[in-house]
Every structure is written in structure tokens, then in C-alpha cells.
T-cell receptor, first 114, second 112 residues
Framework: SAVISQKPSRDICQRGTSLTIQCQVD?????MFWYRQQPGQSLTLIAT?????????ESGFVIDKFPISRPNLTFSTLTVSNMSPEDSSIYLC???????????FGPGTRLTVL | AQSVSQHNHHVILSEAASLELGCNYS??????LFWYVQYPGQHLQLLLK??????LVKGIKGFEAEFIKSKFSFNLRKPSVQWSDTAEYFC??????????FGQGTTLQVKP
């Protein structure tokens, strides 16, 4: 299994600002993903972070709102742009070695937007 | 589209009671199936997984799950729950898209 860290662990932000969340893995991994877990709900995949190319976004999520970077095989960032209270969620990074294999999750970033 | 349905949203049991959490998925092809657990204040952890072979899989902490292909089900079971099993449980499916699709989650509360 991989050890995954996320920064920040939580933040309170003002409407209209942006927050960048970092995900660091202790070993090289093929797949990195970003999920959102809204209060009282399940996890929803935002996008697959592709190393060296643009992320692959799921329906309902766009690059302008959630730009993602993945400069190497151990690191990725997710930015939540122009935030509104509806963006208040837990954002989770997950990793896997191949597409169909199990995924390991980071501790999450709890975001509150006022 | 693929989907995962967990029938029980909130389950309350007394210690030593038996547990079964239902999970059904919609997808006609080959799937990999998972149960994840999220204990209070902790991050999501893998409880058990099914890729192929014996449809009865055993996971950590005495949990097991049975894959019934004809019913598109992957129910989670434990013969005797403990107070420490209080957590949120998520069923997930990973099909040929390579993406994990999660169910809505089941909150399990075990009373001491």
C-alpha cells in the first residue's frame, strides 16, 4: 500500500477565492484521482490526474473550476477556483498502480467556504 | 451507466449482533468489487476486495463479503459486531472504465 499525505488538512475560505490542495505519495504510482465527498454524501470522482498531460474530468466537473496538475508520479494538486459555499466538501486524493486495481485514499482536505 | 446502490443508509445494532449490508451494482461486464470503511475521524480504508476466484472473500477485522454474479450483489457480513465497528461503510465497483463508482454509504452505529 502507499502512504498518502494531503495539505492542507482543513481550511476555511472566503467566497470568490481559490484554494490549492496538494497530494503527495511516498512511492511512484500510475494512477492518481481526485474525489469530492459532500456533507452526508458519498464520494464522487472529479477527475483522473494524468502525469504530464491534462486531467480527465468527469461529467459535471470542468478544468476552469477544478484545475489539476500532476508534474510527476508522486505528486498532484487540485485547485478549487472561485469558491462558493456549495464547494464546501472533503476533497480526497487516491492512488492506484493500474486502472482496475484497488485505490488507496489520502486523509482528505476538509474545505469550508463562507 | 454504472451505478452502485446500498440499501441500508443507517443501521443500528447492539454488540454481538450479526451484520449484513447490501450492495448491488449495475454493469453487465467484468467488475472488481470493494468495500471501504471510514472510521470516525479517520480516512477511507480498504476492508476487502473481489477480483476473481472464490466469490466469498474475507477481509480485515472479521468481515467477509459474497459476490453473487446472478444478483449483481456484493453484500458485506460480519457474524458478531463490536462497538469499534461503528463507521461509515462504502461499497464500490471498478469496471472497465477503470474508475471507482461508490455507493451512497451506510452508517453503522453499534451500541455497547
Amino acid at each position: 500500500s502507499a502512504v498518502i499525505s494531503q495539505k492542507p488538512s482543513r481550511d476555511i475560505c472566503q467566497r470568490g477565492t481559490s484554494l490549492t490542495i496538494q497530494c503527495q505519495v511516498d512511492s511512484q504510482v500510475t494512477m492518481m484521482f481526485w474525489y469530492r465527498q459532500q456533507p452526508g454524501q458519498s464520494l464522487t470522482l472529479i477527475a483522473t490526474a494524468n502525469q504530464g498531460s491534462e486531467a480527465t474530468y468527469e461529467s459535471g466537473f470542468v478544468i476552469d473550476k477544478f484545475p489539476i496538475s500532476r508534474p510527476n508520479l508522486t505528486f498532484s494538486t487540485l485547485t478549487v477556483s472561485n469558491m462558493s459555499p456549495e464547494d464546501s466538501s472533503i476533497y480526497l486524493c487516491s492512488v492506484g498502480q493500474v486502472s482496475y486495481n484497488e485505490q488507496f485514499f489520502g486523509p482528505g482536505t476538509r474545505l469550508t467556504v463562507l | 451507466a454504472q451505478s452502485v446502490s446500498q440499501h441500508n443508509h443507517h443501521v443500528i445494532l447492539s454488540e454481538a449482533a450479526s451484520l449484513e449490508l447490501g450492495c448491488n451494482y449495475s454493469y453487465g461486464g467484468t467488475v472488481n468489487l470493494f468495500w471501504y470503511v471510514q472510521y470516525p475521524g479517520q480516512h477511507l480504508q480498504l476492508l476487502l476486495k473481489y477480483f476473481s476466484g472464490d466469490p466469498l472473500v474475507k477481509g480485515i477485522k472479521g468481515f467477509e463479503a459474497e459476490f453473487i454474479k446472478s444478483k449483481f450483489s456484493f453484500n458485506l457480513r460480519k457474524p458478531s459486531v463490536q462497538w469499534s465497528d461503528t463507521a461509515e461503510y462504502f461499497c464500490a465497483v471498478n469496471a472497465d472504465t477503470g474508475k471507482l463508482i461508490f455507493g451512497q454509504g451506510t452508517t453503522l452505529q453499534v451500541k455497547p
